[in-house]
């Protein structure tokens, strides 16, 4: 199995920044895309920035500019780098990350996971 911690939320005014930081443990083999979602009170979860195995990156329009993400291969971990907040983005921000990992029997299985999600918070 695949677990996923994430940390670095918080509460930070307008304009200042915060990283987020996600580490994927467990037997895993490969590690493909890995991502950020974030979801305001009362609206959907909407993708915030995507890096693929392949190098490629894709972010959500609202962010540009301001947000970078980035993956550490050796420690299985995927952070954003968040500047310039602005209150409407405060959510409850969740990595995702897809790869293969061996199971009990030693086969390669497919996992797609979730972190638990952690709170930002941009207010004055």
């Known amino acids: 199995q695949v677990q996923l911690l994430e940390s670095g939320g918080g509460l930070v005014q307008p304009g200042g920044s915060l990283k987020l930081s996600c580490a994927a443990s467990g037997s895993i083999f490969s590690i493909n895309t890995m991502a950020w979602h974030r979801q305001a009170p009362g609206k959907k979860r909407e993708m915030v920035a995507v890096t693929t195995s392949g190098g490629q990156l894709n972010y959500a329009d609202s962010v540009v500019g301001r947000f970078t993400i980035s993956r550490d291969n050796a420690k299985n971990t995927v952070y954003l780098r968040m500047t310039r907040l602005k209150p409407e983005d405060t959510a409850v921000y969740y990595c995702?990350?897809?790869?293969?990992?061996?199971?009990?029997?030693?086969?390669?299985?497919?996992?797609?996971?979730w972190g638990q999600g952690t709170q930002v918070t941009v207010s004055s």
């Open positions: 995702n990350i897809e790869g293969q990992y061996y199971s009990d029997s030693g086969s390669l299985e497919w996992f797609n996971n």
